[in-house]
């Protein structure tokens, strides 16, 4: 909203009582003036321009060392925006009509005539006012077209880091500029959820200043750079904010190894230095901490969602090293054989960690797991390149443990919770925030002593039951279909894990059992000699009589018929 304040006047003339006279008129003028001050010399006054916002100059045209022509000349040049008057007398109004050349919005004559001057005051508050509102209608139009500019990149970058979606080389034009140098800075408020105090709203809060703060430093620094360097700052999918640095990087043909280490060199000190005014500002804002991750040197836009893994990599170092810090990711060297031999090592280290630890889980050791856990935590801590983004290898870690779950099927239970979207969308948010490495730790240790648990459970704990309710289940349903997944189904179980545990518990197998349960239902029926045989193959499951007759042939060595004849007299 545009907001009327009054017009700041600078009053300039080497004579004490003429400047005092004018200061008292333009204060009798009303509360749309005020008085900034009064210099009895040109340069005075210009040293006032330098360190005082003013709107307005009313100057005497003699003066000494330097007369109101040669103030004006200087003012034109260094604050355009300011409007001036002139006093003169009769015999200098050659003076009067050069200063109006100059740029002086009116002029006045000696002896100074108060009703005119109080008009000519009222004109140039017209005219300031007019230039204010003109300037305030283009500043507002320029910030939203700035924030239209801001939001539609913010959206394109969103969509590449959060989606994984490599762009088009096209899709840069207008947006980038590829002959560039970038680094990708990430943000995030520090969270110990454990010790926490604070609410929900509350880190709404905190993003939201965390955001302005950085929206600010951005633009004083990209303002006061002697160097060609642009800023563009967005707040990501996961409340993470988001910096892009870029510095122009030479035309290629005009490019040498010196000005490419000039360059490097150049946007490292950049980003010392935004991300050291961002600590302190976060620091001075913030009631918690704030934690910063610097990617490596982007020599191509188009891979910056390998900068935004870096980023989060370096960020999420917090976990290891502490939260409110900025982390910045190492490059590892390529040609290190030393190196290269200690990354297959670590590699293979963590691959058996995880194939013993999945392992372990299905016989549900507490204490071999917490030692596995604490070991991958271990040689994660010590080798960065491996820890990369650690929340997302820890749900990784549970995803893959959710597998152990499709030996059980079990509904409304903490495991059919734990496979829920909801749990892992809000274990996955909890996680991105955490700068508590022994959160994460705990939170998979829990997931994965609870899978264990339930597979303890259904193995070693009344294996018997599930078996039984089988059997009664099938008794009663002897008409139905009875076939291994519908009745597993019905004790939520796997059907192989179901089919191994009844062969296990009764000595025969699924099949067969149902089969023989039915025969001897059936050679029950036949004592009730008004039931008719296809009434009989009906009530324990069989709509086809010759099937029914061929199967109770093969269990007690005649046919229904025959055996209701010869073995029910």
């Not at 300031?128 to 990149?153: A, H």
């Not at 988001?242 to 980003?271: A, F, H």
Request: net charge negative; charged share 25%.
């Amino acid at each position: 909203m545009f907001k009327v304040v009054p017009i700041r006047v600078l009053i300039v003339d080497d004579e004490e009582l003429i400047r005092n006279g004018i200061a008292r008129l333009v204060e009798q003028a009303g509360m749309s003036f005020q008085v900034i001050g009064t210099c009895s010399s040109a340069k005075e006054a210009l040293i006032s321009l330098e360190i005082t916002e003013i709107d307005f100059i009313i100057t005497d045209i003699r003066m000494p060392e330097m007369d109101g022509l040669e103030l004006l000349t200087e003012v034109k040049r260094i604050r355009p925006h300011v409007f001036s008057m002139v006093i003169s007398g009769y015999e200098e109004f050659e003076y009067a009509r050069s200063a109006l050349k100059l740029g002086a919005s009116d002029y006045i004559l000696k002896p100074i005539d108060r009703k005119q001057f109080r008009e000519q005051l009222h004109n140039m508050m017209e005219l300031v006012t007019t230039y204010r509102r003109k300037q305030f209608l283009q500043q507002d139009l320029d910030d939203k077209s700035q924030k239209l500019v801001d939001s539609q990149l913010g959206n394109f970058l969103n969509s590449v880091l959060y989606a994984s979606r490599p762009p088009h080389r096209q899709e840069w034009q207008g947006i980038l500029n590829p002959l560039c140098r970038y680094r990708l800075i990430a943000t995030s408020i520090d969270r110990v959820q454990r010790i926490d105090s604070y609410s929900i709203r509350d880190y709404e809060l905190f993003e939201y200043a965390r955001n302005g703060i950085i929206r600010d430093i951005c633009g004083e620094f990209e303002g006061s750079a002697a160097s060609a360097i642009a800023l563009h700052s967005w707040n990501g999918l996961d409340g993470w904010g988001w910096i892009l640095v870029n510095t122009i990087k030479q035309d290629e043909q005009e490019s040498d190894m010196d000005t490419d280490e000039t360059s490097s060199s150049e946007i490292n000190l950049i980003c010392e230095e935004l991300t050291a005014k961002l600590q302190e500002a976060f620091r001075q804002y913030i009631p918690v901490s704030v934690s910063l991750g610097v990617s490596n040197v982007l020599e191509d836009i188009s891979t910056i969602g390998q900068a935004a893994a870096e980023a989060r990599a370096s960020l999420q170092r917090r976990l290891f090293e502490g939260g409110g810090k900025c982390h910045w990711l190492e490059k590892q060297p390529n040609d290190s054989s030393v190196h290269l031999q200690e990354s297959k090592s670590t590699a293979l280290r963590l691959s058996e960690l995880e194939s013993k630890l999945f392992s372990v889980v299905r016989l549900f050791d507490e204490a071999v797991i917490r030692t596995i856990v604490d070991d991958l935590f271990a040689v994660w801590k010590k080798n960065a390149l491996f820890s990369g983004d650690l929340p997302a290898i820890v749900l990784s870690l549970m995803l893959r443990a959710t597998i152990l779950i499709d030996e059980i099927r079990l509904e409304d239970r903490d495991t059919g919770k734990l496979m829920s979207t909801s749990y892992i969308e809000n274990t996955w948010r909890k996680m991105q925030v955490s700068s508590d490495v022994l959160e994460l730790k705990e939170e998979l240790l829990h997931f994965l002593l609870l899978i264990a648990g339930k597979l303890k459970s259904l193995r070693f704990l009344s294996e018997r039951e599930p078996v039984e309710k089988a059997k009664a289940y099938i008794e009663q349903h002897l008409a139905d279909e009875l076939t291994l997944s519908v009745v597993a189904g019905e004790i939520y179980l796997n059907p192989s894990y179901f089919s191994n545990l009844f062969k296990i518990q009764t000595g025969e197998n699924f099949l067969n059992y149902v089969t023989r349960i039915r025969m001897e239902k059936a050679r029950e029926l036949l004592k009730d000699r008004v039931l008719k045989l296809n009434e009989i193959a009906n009530k324990v499951g069989y709509q086809n009589p010759k099937y029914f007759t061929k199967l109770f042939k093969e269990h007690f060595g005649s046919t229904p018929t025959d055996y209701r004849e010869n073995q029910l007299k």
